[in-house]
């Protein structure tokens, strides 16, 4: 099947077929019909499947002609993360910029300056592409209004509908007319945000892009119990035995990432750590460098976890578990993209096996816990135990806020005392 009997308009087919794309993945055929008729779309499909054109095809063809006397935004494209609000904006732009009239994108960001963002608004943008504290900021200082915008996007929308962002959605939201289209894709929904779903979305379209007719990422998952002294040792075990070329590593906190992107360095690799609080033009260096192949290893919290689309990136691993089972299905969905293989790797401690076992669990597979030659684990789990914040846990996410989360509720809570 090709794009054409998807109702797009031939200039956009031809803007597809321009770009290389033949035929449509599963979510592209199923939301981007119904998105065109208008209806709200609530898409959920794998890491890697494709959302983004899913969404992306429908916004283009919706735009009506700008008219410079009415500066407005039409679309309004919301993301967790300024990587992902970069790499969405080239998405479309991309597309944009094989159509016969000119569509105007921008894309805004914290960490960066907001001059230049405020520049470019001027005369109005056709589609905003934002993370929402930035985009808040500048609506604030009227840089652009949302009052006749007509279609509202939310990528990676679980995230966007977490506790952590809740607010500035709410706060979005306000500004938003009431009377518009809304596209929400995700990888996975959590039970948290169901609900909330429903409220936003007015009689939605369900696209569930799994099941028997998609693809299944093709991501190899392997699991090796190690020492937790052992682990950098073993990841740089494995770089050289594999010949990995490019590893995206994922570490619980900040700091990890520095420390074990500096021994890896010290031991030969060109490693360099990413978290939220390395400056915008660090973060955008390094995401350059891994791509173009600079640097063979990032060290990263999971920050990266979400959306980023790096090609031939065969190899993600989990250096600490992540919380969720939500976190472990998007980080390693940076690795196994449109229909190439990858391969993720956890490390598992025994401080960590029982909060394995728990994601195992939850993402319905049974992994053989694999020993390599030299790194094998000699500490035992700790005995069971009832209380579920025992450190053998490890620390799974329930409804529990994270720091960011309950930081983000503390700003907020300071700001509007009532
Ligand atoms: P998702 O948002 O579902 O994780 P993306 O939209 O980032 O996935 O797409 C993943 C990769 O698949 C990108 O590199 C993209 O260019 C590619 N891709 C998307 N749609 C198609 C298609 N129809 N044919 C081939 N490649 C595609
Ligand atoms: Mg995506």
């Not at 979005?172 to 596209?183: E, K, M, S, V």
Request: with cysteine; hydrophobic share 45%; glycine share 8%.
């Amino acid at each position: 099947m090709t794009f054409s009997t998807l109702g797009l308009t031939p200039a956009l087919l031809d803007a597809v077929n321009a770009m290389g794309y033949i035929s449509p993945t599963l979510v592209q055929k199923l939301a981007i019909t119904p998105a065109l008729a208008g209806r709200d779309v609530l898409g959920s499909a794998p890491t890697g499947s494709g959302k983004t054109l899913a969404f992306a095809l429908p916004l283009l063809q919706g735009l009506q002609p700008s008219d410079a006397r009415l500066p407005r935004v039409q679309a309004l494209v919301l993301v967790p993360t300024r990587e992902l609000a970069v790499q969405v904006g080239e998405v479309i732009s991309a597309l944009a910029r094989q159509l016969p009239r000119s569509v105007k994108v921008t894309v805004l960001f914290g960490g960066v300056s907001a001059n230049p963002q405020m520049m470019r608004l001027r005369g109005g943008a056709d589609v905003v592409v934002a993370t929402p504290g930035r985009l808040l900021d500048l609506l604030a200082h009227n840089a652009l209004s949302l009052g006749s915008t007509a279609l509202l996007v939310l990528d990676e929308a679980d995230r966007m509908l977490d506790l952590g962002f809740a607010e500035e959605l709410n706060q979005l939201q306000a500004l938003l007319p009431g009377q518009r289209q809304n596209l929400f894709f995700s990888a996975t929904f959590s039970p948290g945000v169901q609900a909330l779903v429903q409220t936003l979305l007015n009689d939605p379209v369900r696209v569930q892009a799994s099941g028997p007719a998609q693809q299944p990422p093709k991501i190899v998952q392997r699991a090796i119990a190690v020492d937790a002294a052992q682990r950098t040792q073993l990841l740089h075990h494995l770089i050289g035995l594999h010949g990995w070329a490019r590893v995206l590593v994922f570490v619980a906190t900040k700091y990890a990432t520095e420390i074990v992107a500096d021994k890896l360095r010290k031991g030969g690799l060109a490693a360099e750590p990413f978290h939220g609080e390395l400056s915008q033009g660090k973060r955008s260096q390094v995401l350059t460098d891994f791509k173009a192949s600079r640097l063979s290893v990032v060290v990263a919290t999971d920050l990266a976890a979400r959306g980023l689309d790096i090609t031939e990136l065969p190899v993600v691993v989990n250096f600490d578990l992540p919380r969720s089972t939500q976190d472990y299905t998007h980080r390693i969905g940076r690795t196994g993209r449109a229909g190439v293989a990858g391969l993720a790797v956890s490390f598992v401690s025994a401080a960590t096996l029982s909060h394995f076992r728990l994601i195992e669990k939850r993402q319905c597979v049974s992994l053989p816990l694999e020993s390599i030659g030299g790194f094998a684990a000699t500490e035992v789990p700790p005995p069971a135990s009832t209380s579920p914040n025992a450190p053998g846990n490890g620390g799974i996410k329930g409804s529990r806020p994270s720091k960011k989360d309950r930081l983000r509720a503390h700003a907020t809570a300071q700001k509007q005392p009532s």
